[in-house]
Each structure stands twice: as C-alpha cells, then as structure tokens.
C-alpha cells in the first residue's frame, strides 16, 4: 500500500538543511541503468561509449552486479554514505563505504535479499566478512568511476552545480518552504512538515537523523530516493534541471577560431574533439593528427589543467577539465 510519508522539522531540523555533490548517488543509477536492458534517450550518447567499455573490464559481472540489481529496488544504504561537505571526493565517500560497521552492512544486505529473493556467491561473502571483503568492493566502485564517471565529471558536476546555484537563489529568495515545493512534484511543505507521495515506507524521526540534505543526480530518473541511517541526516537526492542538456553538443566553432590564437591550431582542435572523453588513436584518427603529436599536445594541455586523463581497461580516455570547459564558453560569447 502506498503511504503518504511525513518528515516532520523542529527549528533545529530546518536550520540544518543543506545541499550536497555525492559522486556516489550516481554511481548506483548509472551502473543500473547500463546493466539494464530498457533503453533512455537522455543517457543514450553517455550509455553507447560506457556500455562495451565496461563490458571489456568485466563490471558487468562483478560485486556490483549483485548489490545493484538492474530491476530496480533497493540498493543497500552503506553504499551511499552522508556527503561531509558539500561536494565529497569519489575517494573520500569510498573510504566511507569501507569503514561501515559490519551490523549496518549486514543488515542492508539482509534487506536485499528480501528483495531479490537469496544472496548471490559475492553477496554470500561478503555478509560473512564484511570487514575483510568491502575493500574489494570499493576497488570495484573505484574502477568503475574510472571507466563510466570521472572522464565525465566535469559535464556531470556542471549541472549539478547549475541546479544548486538555481535552488539556492530560490531559497534566499522566497524561503526554504518554497524551496521544499518546487523540488519534486511529489514534494509538499505543510505546516512545518515535509510530505512525500507515493513512498511505499513511512520516514519519520524516528528513524531519521536531525535535518536534511538534498543531493541532485543526473541519473537516478525521474523519481526521488532516499537513505534514512542513523544518526545521518535523511537524504532526498532528486533529479537535477537541465539533464536533458547534458550529452548535447555545444558549438564551438567561434571558440575554436578565437583560441587556435592562443593555444595552437592542434591544441585547439583537440579541445574541441573532446566533447565527448576519447583515447590518443581515437583522436588521432579524427583529427588527421599523428598519435605522437596528440600525445604530446595532450600532456601540455593536461598540463595545463585543460585536460583529464583517465584509465579505461587498456587504453586511456582523455576528457576536457571544468576550465577548459569554461574556456571553451567565455570564448564563444
């Protein structure tokens, strides 16, 4: 039965609403959604270079595979560790999930098998030792944030940050009621109350910490999600503004005529080639540059700071860096 989940605030509770950045909030959506067979239209160009890429690595096939089930579902809570700040570090929320007590991994997994029935081989292990196992989980997370997540981040944190931005400036404006009303369609504020439709379990105090804090993801779809662990404070992460934009090109034909000035003709071509991460041959063979010349250009540029480079198997995928990206449009204005 669908209950009506209310989510009551002292003073106290309100003064300690907060937003945060979680790398971690979208690994489990995006992993999901690459496993699963259902196809999305927004994610589409992100799912066509991620999906053989991880396929070649085997994380198709590994402990993520059986802690998120591509159905849909639970997915168990320590992998989503409360944000310190407000942009946590992908290493930082991994030390997190490798230093959770073995009763809360427990009984999030007990909570899963519930849900999908029996454990798996992995799932079996790893609620026998937690300790000893969930370093090899978060080399995993690691290795898949490497291949599917950080050659993209930059793209990611910048909608992010828009929809913060946006929503803070609504706050300071109109107040944190207002704020709570126009996050999510299912989202009421009421009478010093936060009240949620459609939520198959009740969220109170009770077994919620003091406050909130509200995590905008790009994958997570359409719906709320949320983590209630004690002492934390509930999360609520929502779907950000601006995801329909995220994997559409952007013209950077004046950018590139303005800055082949600065930065070289080469350089620039591959800055502008970079609108999606891609290794040195790939480059190579679209720019008619030879692969040693791309290497080179890329270390300056990486040097630079314009630059990221990160590992994919075997090969090396290079992405433009958020200052790049802001080069790019103080460029084409």
């Not at 030792?129 to 910048?158: C, F, H, M, N, S």
Request: aromatic fraction near 6%; glycine fraction near 6%; proline fraction near 8%.
């Amino acid at each position: 039965m669908v209950v009506l989940a209310e989510l009551a605030f002292s003073t106290s509770d309100l003064a300690q609403v907060r937003f945060a950045v979680s790398p971690m909030w979208e690994v489990a959506p995006s992993f999901r959604l690459l496993t699963s067979a259902a196809a999305h239209p927004i994610h589409r160009p992100w799912v066509d270079q991620v999906r053989p890429r991880m396929g070649a690595a085997g994380l198709d096939r590994g402990w993520l595979c059986e802690l998120i089930p591509p159905t849909g579902g639970y997915v168990p809570d320590f992998l989503n560790p409360a944000p310190a700040g407000p942009a946590s570090a992908p290493a930082a929320e991994r030390d997190a999930i490798r230093a959770s007590p073995a009763d809360r991994v427990r009984q999030d997994l007990d909570h899963l098998a519930r849900h999908q029935g029996k454990f798996g081989p992995r799932l079996r292990a790893l609620h026998n030792d937690p300790q000893g196992l969930l370093a090899k989980v978060t080399e995993e997370i690691e290795a898949y944030w490497e291949l599917a997540l950080a050659p993209y981040w930059a793209r990611i944190r910048a909608v992010l940050d828009a929809d913060i931005l946006y929503r803070a400036r609504l706050a300071a404006e109109h107040g944190a009621g207002h704020l709570l009303n126009d996050l999510h369609a299912s989202l009421r504020w009421d009478d010093n109350a936060l009240r949620i439709a459609r939520r198959k379990q009740p969220l109170t105090r009770t077994t919620a910490g003091t406050g909130l804090l509200l995590i905008p993801t790009v994958f997570t779809g359409p719906g709320l999600r949320t983590r209630t662990t004690l002492p934390d404070p509930p999360q609520l992460a929502y779907p950000a503004r601006g995801i329909g934009t995220l994997w559409k090109p952007r013209s950077v034909t004046r950018a590139a005529d303005t800055l082949s000035a600065v930065l070289g003709r080469s350089r620039t071509l591959l800055l502008t080639e970079l609108e999606m991460p891609a290794s040195t041959t790939q480059l190579a063979h679209r720019t008619g540059l030879s692969p040693a010349g791309v290497s080179q250009y890329l270390t300056a540029l990486r040097k630079a700071g314009m630059v990221s480079a990160h590992r994919a198997g075997r090969s090396v995928l290079y992405a433009r860096t958020a200052a790049a990206e802001v080069l790019l449009q103080a460029a084409s204005a």
